[in-house]
């Protein structure tokens, strides 16, 4: 039982990973309040749960602003196995498919023809950016052989096993998953199409992402099993095509866009990443040269959206786990990449809202 007095003030403290309260997760199974001391029972979902020092500072913060409560004493556990697995039950119950047909979840896969030509870099800068402007978002690493998502956010923080769920972790305000979180050092991954398959679907069904607005896929370079998987799986996705200023990268470019198409996918626009080098006269240095960009958007059919200039900043902040957007916002390259994420942020936050359905 929990006591009416310290009910509204438990009930606004949070998961940090489920992102629910933990009344309504079941996490607070007792609390009382005699002669000013508040005894509150916090069970925790796992034992080694990396958020519990956070959750229990918040448990103690909150009871001691309930009035009359001048001690508060907190006993910490853990879930008993039946009612762990009833949790994670309610929450799969709640979301069967999480990105299904009806979601209110936008999704971008962010795709190239070629390696090397920074599309992690654009995709982690991105997410960013547009969880800096109020939306809940997530990154999938897809990119199962060329894994760079955790580095590039600066997180070396695993998902939370809560029984068959994944609770992934956050950086930035960005929740992500990789492949690269369940290898031991920098250990290569070698996988053929079954095995990449089944990785994405994991990571789209067994992952709890939670509430998320925009939900972003670095995907691999190419138009292979990682391309044609995601197409089956999630046919309703945006492409953003990322290339560079050389116009022999625009055919390559042109065929990532076409393979979402074939899938029936839509293809946003263009991203030309590595378009020139500002010299201190103020002119342009086209280290890559020029109308790549233009070119691809000219056979896809879509706009340019962003070009993103040779920064120094921008490859610093990716080698220190700090994104340009954040660490340096003014920089070119970042508030190029920051009028790409305010050209995208059309979703509004879902967290409330109904799902598109009508009653029979």
């Known amino acids: 039982m929990i006591d009416p007095r310290l009910e509204r003030a438990l009930g606004t403290v949070v998961d940090p990973e489920i992102r629910r309260p933990l009344v309504e997760l079941d996490m607070i199974p007792a609390a009382s309040l005699d002669d000013g001391t508040a005894r509150i029972r916090l069970e925790l979902t796992v034992a080694a749960c990396p958020a519990a020092d956070r959750i229990q500072a918040d448990v103690r913060q909150a009871a001691a602003s309930v009035a009359g409560v001048e001690r508060v004493e907190v006993e910490v556990g853990v879930m008993a196995p039946a009612t762990r697995q009833a949790l994670v039950e309610r929450l799969r119950g709640s979301r069967p498919q999480q990105f299904g047909p009806d979601t209110l979840t936008r999704i971008i896969a962010v795709a190239s023809g070629k390696g090397g030509v920074g599309k992690s870099t654009v995709t982690a800068n991105l997410a960013v950016a547009l969880a800096a402007r109020g939306l809940a978002v997530g990154v999938i690493d897809a990119d199962v052989h060329g894994y760079s998502i955790p580095a590039l956010l600066g997180s070396a923080d695993r998902p ?11 950086a930035h305000g960005v929740r992500l998953v990789s492949i690269g979180m369940f290898v031991e050092g920098n250990r290569s991954v070698s996988w053929r199409g ?17 509430d998320l607005d925009v939900l972003l896929i670095d995907m691999p370079p190419g138009t292979g099993d990682v391309a044609i998987s995601l197409g089956q799986l999630l046919p309703h996705a945006e492409v953003l095509v990322v290339t560079t200023p050389q116009r022999a990268a625009a055919e390559v470019a042109e065929r990532a866009g076409e393979v979402a198409r074939q899938t029936g996918q ?44 040779l920064s120094v900043a921008l490859r610093e902040g990716g080698d220190a786990g700090a994104p340009v957007v954040a660490a340096e916002p003014t920089d070119p390259a970042a508030t190029a990449i920051i009028a790409l994420a305010e050209a995208l942020r059309g979703t509004r936050s879902i967290a409330g809202r109904g799902l598109p359905v009508s009653p029979a």
């Open 160 to 170: 939370t096993r809560v029984g068959d769920m994944m609770m992934p972790p956050e």
């Open 266 to 309: 839509r293809v946003l626009g263009v991203v030309e990443n590595m378009a020139g080098l500002a010299q201190p006269d103020g002119s342009i240095l086209e280290l890559f040269g020029a109308g790549g960009g233009d070119e691809a958007a000219r056979r896809l059919g879509v706009p340019v959206l962003a070009r993103v200039p």
């Open 194 to 210: 079954p095995m990449l398959h089944r990785t994405l679907a994991q990571f789209l069904s067994d992952v709890w992402w939670g």
